[in-house]
């Protein structure tokens, strides 16, 4: 079965730092998502990734998808108190497949 | 964009009672449905996945005959939790995916259903 993981669980990032998170996955991807999310609430959709090469932004987010589509990198610079939140990553290994989440990564801006 | 809604955002029941989640996609047909839980500080797990007219696809480890599901049209499914118990608490959320072009690169996320089984 196909296996996400999401690193590091937890992050403590002072406010103005850069901070990186990575999804890898053990299998080829059709599409990788990124989600932010507070708990009790419902996801917000950050971006989609699909070709191998990959990279998009918004705002102060950049996230990137490897050449052979198994592995993410979402990055935050000068971060802010209000990028704080859970973050997930969710990919789908076929068109019409379900997305299946990484475990999350709890972010903390310290100000 | 896209919305999809779900009712109710929050529940309370008493233990052995049932509780139905509805989760709605306002402005466009969906043809695959996906129910996911939370835990506390975890994250989100995939339930199940409904096709509108067919039967649900439980992941392993889910049982069918205690959290029920049906999609009986392209905007509507129901998650059934059959005789609650408080290990049944959690938050549910549901996902709508339109099929065709998009693909699963339009799957839209509900706002989530708080469940509490007292």
């Known amino acids: 079965s196909q296996e996400l993981e999401q690193s590091p669980q937890s992050l403590i990032v002072q406010e103005g730092k850069n901070l990186t998170i990575n999804c890898t996955s053990s299998k080829t991807l059709y599409g990788l998502y990124w989600y932010k999310q507070k708990y009790g609430e419902g996801l917000i959709f950050l971006m989609m990734l699909q070709k191998g090469g990959e990279e998009k932004s918004h705002e102060k987010i950049t996230a990137k998808l490897d050449e052979k589509k198994q592995q993410s990198s979402l990055h935050i610079t000068a971060s802010q108190p209000s990028h704080a939140g859970i973050y997930l990553c969710g990919a789908a290994t076929n068109r019409d497949d379900k997305i299946i989440f990484g475990k999350g990564t709890r972010l903390h801006i310290l100000p | 964009g896209a919305v999809v809604s779900q009712h109710p955002s929050r529940v309370i029941c008493k233990s052995g009672t049932s509780v139905k989640i509805e989760c709605r996609s306002l402005d466009f047909q969906a043809t695959t449905m996906f129910w996911y839980r939370q835990f506390p500080k975890q994250s989100l797990m995939l339930m199940a996945t409904?096709?509108?007219?067919?039967?649900?696809?439980?992941e392993q480890g889910v049982e069918k005959d205690k959290f029920l599901i049906n999609h009986a049209s392209l905007t509507l499914s129901t998650l059934t939790v059959t005789s609650a118990h408080p290990e049944d608490s959690s938050f549910y959320i549901c996902?709508?995916?339109?099929?065709?072009?998009?693909?699963?690169?339009?799957?839209?996320f509900g706002p989530g259903t708080r469940l509490t089984v007292l």
């Open positions: 996902s709508a995916g339109t099929s065709g072009i998009g693909g699963t690169d339009t799957q839209y």
């Open positions: 409904s096709n509108e007219g067919s039967k649900a696809t439980y």
